[in-house]
């Protein structure tokens, strides 16, 4: 079935820093990919998605391209602030059926001062 | 405007009771879907509902496992005899229809003594 593979945490960055958190996946089709955010104390929230090759998702300065040769949707970011400081999930949908997400491990970032 | 609202926001119960989870999905959306995020598994599907049409519960672990919707709006997660495994966070999502962004709610956090 279809699977998403994260780079394992944690990671820990000054601020100002670059970032980037790989993800790949393993499906049958062509998904639409996803990364989504967990601040401390809320809830799951989108941050950017890709439904295309090719595509590239941006906010809030982080972006991720679909690479469909290299089955990959890293996450970027130029340069990091102490409020960055999250889970980050790489997830997965089939653009046909439910379209459940299929998510990654997840990754907790901490950005020091 | 409100979110997706989940209920309880705790649950601590005794193995082998049953249990319900309340989600209020956001208004309008027809697409409603449930997961579960645990320390060894990670975020994982568990059923989804989409208007008037039967779920798929491919998800679902086990047959103790089941989950209704009623007219179209609150869903009811139900575990029936608790394990110690079945501790989780179940998070419940809407969307306008599948395919688009899924809103997240807060969760329930369910503890199995």
């Known amino acids: 079935g279809d699977s998403v593979t994260q780079m394992e945490g944690p990671v820990t960055l000054s601020e100002e820093a670059c970032l980037t958190i790989n993800c790949t996946y393993t499906a049958t089709g062509y998904p639409s990919l996803f990364w989504y955010v967990q601040y401390p104390g809320e809830g799951l929230q989108l941050l950017l998605k890709?439904?295309?090759?090719?595509d590239k998702g941006s906010n809030k300065g982080f972006e991720a391209t679909y690479r469909k040769e290299t089955t990959s949707f890293h996450l970027e970011k130029g340069s990091v602030q102490v409020s960055d400081s999250a889970v980050y999930f790489c997830a997965l949908s089939d653009k046909q059926g439910a379209q459940k997400l299929v998510f990654g491990q997840g990754t907790r970032l901490t950005i020091n001062p | 405007g409100a979110g997706v609202s989940q209920s309880p926001s705790n649950k601590v119960t005794e193995k082998g009771k049953d249990v319900e989870l309340r989600c209020d999905p956001i208004?309008?959306?027809?697409?409603l879907y449930w997961y579960r995020q645990s320390l060894g598994q990670g975020l994982e599907f568990l059923i989804y509902f989409q208007g008037n049409s039967a779920p798929d519960k491919s998800g679902l672990p086990s047959d103790r496992f089941s989950a209704e919707r009623t007219g179209g709006s609150v869903s009811t997660l139900t575990i029936q005899r608790t394990q110690q495994e079945d501790s989780a966070v179940y998070l419940c999502?809407?969307?306008?229809?599948?395919?688009?962004?899924?809103?997240f709610g807060p969760g329930t956090r369910l503890t199995v003594l």
């Open positions: 999502a809407s969307s306008f229809v599948q395919g688009n962004e899924q809103f």
């Open positions: 208004s309008g959306h027809t697409a």
């Open positions: 890709a439904t295309k090759a090719d």
